[in-house]
């Protein structure tokens, strides 16, 4: 497979102001995976900060109603709240080997944002978070927590005012401050090492979920769900079972309104808009016009509210080895209020997605055991929820 | 040689520098952009001519403000090449394409080259294309004869430089500023520091971009050993100011050219 590449799918599609900067970063990246004292070093954080490992937990109720053995991978219980901290804090700990002391990252939901201003504050770094003005009004807890936190905000206003354009931004400042600054990309998407980097800081899930179900169920499951936006909570955990070929690995898409252009962020779903294309340094699935320009998504998830899938779930689609649907916005509040009623924990609508694809198809995993990523808690969503599930709160 | 190099060696004889604009077709719309790029071909000795798009990383908010006024009149790769096609009727400098790589993807690349080829385009620089990634672009310039440019910025060391250099056709694109395109006021003495050093090393033209705003800056550039000058987000602003004033759009735009034009000659 050429260097950056898995299968067709990735690559190092940038401009070359930022080449030496990627480049620097593979070389730091490889240094790093081979020195015991880098891994030592993470291991601690996780567990002393961030808390991990974070449990499974059987789910009784919903089981019981749906007819299938259901596990949750908690990564809702890990510090700042998901699974974007694991990554976050691998990252930073790259930039310091690196000597870079500033920290810039795109953010859609705001959890990456958070994570990465979490990351700068323990490790005592200079941290600017780019997100979109849309985004900004639907999050506006996770604003103030990264001010809190002692990042700056730098609103998006351009385009589509939300994470696609953020990370245009957030590029545009990294190629005019590489020398000091590292972009701390939140998902398995990018120019590479980015897509391999991200999983390999995210694999940490699979690898607990598979000796904890293990533990607790005395086998493997029969399914894997989790849901894509860029895709990293999903890569994290399928990388944990991507050996075991009875294990179907399923992603869920964010179907959004359904899948008319522009009303969700499916790419896989999508066979006219969905097609092979170049897209912030990587060459993936993206939705686009005929001619290429990239296009507008809609989710009610701010975090799957994006148009290119990383390059990893493209090969593992083609190699069919993992598989992928969507939930539309319906079936993620579905999701998400069940979850909450049922088994008293509160999803992020993000990972609501896998929930309400489950509830939707339980019926095809009958006396199954399914283990669920539940990438990040909801209450950074309890205002737009409310919204759409039409609940006032004063 | 080609005419793109034929061009900088008749420049060279005649003791100046290759002054070159930059617009993005189609800004701030079909008619006014022709109209404005024929008026400008008459002062300019080369045109770079970027294809709208929806994610432009390596420019700065004036340029993507060009692509999106262009995308809103309804600007596609067809109407581009269409563009370009009738602006060849009026000027026979060398024409140089700014685009991203799905632009070119989705075309199919040989598909794309042929357009640019019957457009009698001379170059292409796909600025999210670093030479990691060229090796399919290069087979189909090469069959369609279109030269392909490649970036160098103040990071480039001496061994990417060279690889870099054998890489292109046309010439190479020195990118005057670490960061994106836009105007900037203070050309970096660092940049003018590096090009002088690289300038020496290289046997292909070398043309400096990004951030260059005002024909003070230009003459610098030129005495740094510049082969070429190239300005857009400056011009493109000019535009930006008179939307509603196409005369003068078009006026002030070609005056600004010739005032830059000037500072190549005699260097």
Redesign the interface.
């Known amino acids: 497979m050429k260097k950056?590449y898995f299968g067709e799918f990735g690559?190092?599609?940038?401009?070359?102001?930022l080449?030496?900067a990627v480049q620097q970063l593979e070389q730091v990246f490889i240094s790093a995976q081979q020195d015991g004292n880098f891994k030592q070093e993470l291991e601690k954080i996780l567990k002393e900060f961030v808390g991990r490992p974070t449990p499974i937990t059987f789910c009784k109720n919903l089981s019981e109603q749906l007819g299938c053995k259901i596990y949750l991978k908690r990564e809702d219980l890990a510090h700042t709240g998901a699974h974007k901290i694991n990554n976050a804090i691998g990252q930073a700990l790259l930039a310091k080997r690196m000597g870079k002391k500033r920290i810039i990252a795109e953010t859609g939901a705001g959890q990456h944002g958070v994570a990465t201003a979490t990351a700068a504050a323990f490790l005592g770094m200079d941290c600017t978070i780019y997100m979109g003005t849309v985004d900004i009004e639907r999050q506006k807890q996770n604003v103030f927590r990264m001010k809190l936190l002692g990042a700056k905000i730098h609103p998006v206003d351009?385009?589509s005012k939300t994470l696609?354009?953020a990370i245009?931004e957030a590029?545009?400042d990294w190629?005019?401050?590489?020398?000091t600054t590292h972009y701390l990309l939140g998902s398995a998407l990018g120019p590479h090492p980015y897509p391999e980097m991200v999983a390999y800081f995210q694999t940490v899930i699979g690898k607990e979920a598979k000796k904890q179900i293990l533990k607790m169920q005395g086998s493997l499951p029969d399914a894997v769900i989790a849901c894509v936006g860029g895709g990293s909570n999903a890569i994290g955990i399928f990388k944990g079972f991507i050996r075991d070929k009875k294990v179907r690995l399923i992603g869920v898409e964010a179907g959004g309104r359904g899948i008319k252009r522009h009303h969700h962020a499916a790419r896989f779903a999508d066979p006219v808009a969905g097609?092979l294309?170049?897209?912030?340094?990587s060459?993936t699935f993206?939705l686009?016009d005929?001619?290429?320009?990239?296009d507008n998504t809609h989710s009610v998830s701010a975090g799957l509210d994006y148009s290119a899938v990383g390059p990893e779930h493209a090969y593992l689609r083609k190699k069919k080895r993992a598989e992928y649907d969507f939930a539309t916005d319906t079936d993620c509040l579905k999701g998400f209020e069940e979850l909450s009623k049922q088994e008293g924990i509160i999803p992020a609508l993000e990972s609501a997605h896998a929930v309400g694809y489950l509830i939707k198809h339980h019926a095809e995993f009958k006396d199954q055991v399914v283990l669920i990523n539940l990438s990040g808690r909801g209450d950074k969503d309890l205002e737009i929820a409310s919204k759409e599930l039409g609940v006032k709160i004063e | 040689m080609n005419p793109l190099l034929t061009k900088f060696k008749a420049l060279e004889d005649n003791v100046e520098r290759a002054l070159i604009p930059f617009l993005v077709l189609g800004d701030p719309d079909y008619k006014t952009s022709l109209e404005l790029l024929t008026a400008i071909a008459k002062e300019a000795d080369m045109l770079e001519l970027g294809f709208a798009f929806s994610d432009p990383i390596a420019d700065g908010k004036t340029v993507q403000a060009a692509d999106q006024r262009a995308l809103k009149a309804g600007m596609t790769t067809e109407k581009n090449f269409e563009l370009i096609k009738e602006l060849r009727k009026e000027t026979d400098i060398p024409i140089n394409l700014l685009v991203y790589a799905n632009l070119v993807y989705q075309q199919g690349i040989g598909k794309f080259f042929r357009l640019a080829q019957q457009a009698k385009v001379d170059s292409v620089l796909i600025a999210d294309v670093p030479p990691e990634e060229s090796n399919e672009f290069e087979i189909k310039a090469r069959k369609y004869k279109i030269q392909l440019i490649f970036m160098v910025s103040p990071l480039t060391n001496k061994e990417r430089l060279q690889k870099i250099e054998n890489k292109t056709t046309g010439f190479i694109y020195y990118v005057a500023r670490l960061g994106v395109t836009g105007a900037k006021e203070d050309l970096k003495e660092r940049s003018l520091k590096h090009l002088k050093e690289i300038k020496p090393l290289l046997r292909k033209p070398i043309c400096v971009g990004f951030g260059i705003s005002n024909k003070e800056q230009v003459r610098k550039v030129a005495e740094a050993g510049a082969d070429g000058i190239i300005v857009g987000s400056a011009l493109i602003k000019i535009i930006e100011q008179n939307l509603n004033k196409k005369e003068d759009l078009i006026q002030l735009s070609v005056a600004f050219v010739k005032e830059l034009k000037e500072a190549t000659r005699y260097v």
């Open positions: 950056g690559g190092i599609f940038m401009p070359e102001t080449i030496p351009s385009g696609k354009d245009n590029l545009r190629a005019g401050s590489v020398e097609r294309g170049i897209i912030h340094g060459k993206v686009q005929p001619d290429g320009q990239i």
